[in-house]
């Protein structure tokens, strides 16, 4: 319940940012390292919440295959011209691999 209540507040904060840039920003450009940065928010901030997710109570209890496939589909997402759609269907994948082979 906290992880979907984080997510619903982030949802919330994300379109007042979204929402009120053009206000505050106007006609002017970002500098090209603040545009790189802002791109970046979103990625570390979810997957932050999705380790947290998965850590739960302590990390003896993480399922690894879930970890590992996650990780699988984030290194997929960063790849050029790699839907984000085919990223996921490969983390799946690569979970489902994993928990057949142990």
């Known amino acids: 319940m906290k992880m979907w209540l984080s997510v619903l507040m982030l949802t919330v904060i994300s379109w007042l940012m979204k929402g009120s840039a053009p ?12 545009v790189g940065v802002t ?3 979103a990625p570390v901030l979810l997957a ?4 947290t997710d998965l850590g739960g109570a302590g990390w003896r209890d993480v399922d ?3 970890l590992v496939g ?17 990223a996921v269907a490969g983390g799946i994948v690569v979970t489902a691999l994993l928990r057949l082979s142990l």
């Open 70 to 86: 996650v990780g699988a589909a984030g290194g997929l997402s960063v790849t050029p011209k790699v839907p984000m759609l085919a």
């Open 39 to 41: 791109a970046l928010t």
């Open 64 to 66: 690894w295959t879930t």
């Open 23 to 34: 206000l505050v920003i106007g006609s002017r450009k970002l500098p090209p390292r603040v």
């Open 48 to 51: 932050g919440l999705i380790v």
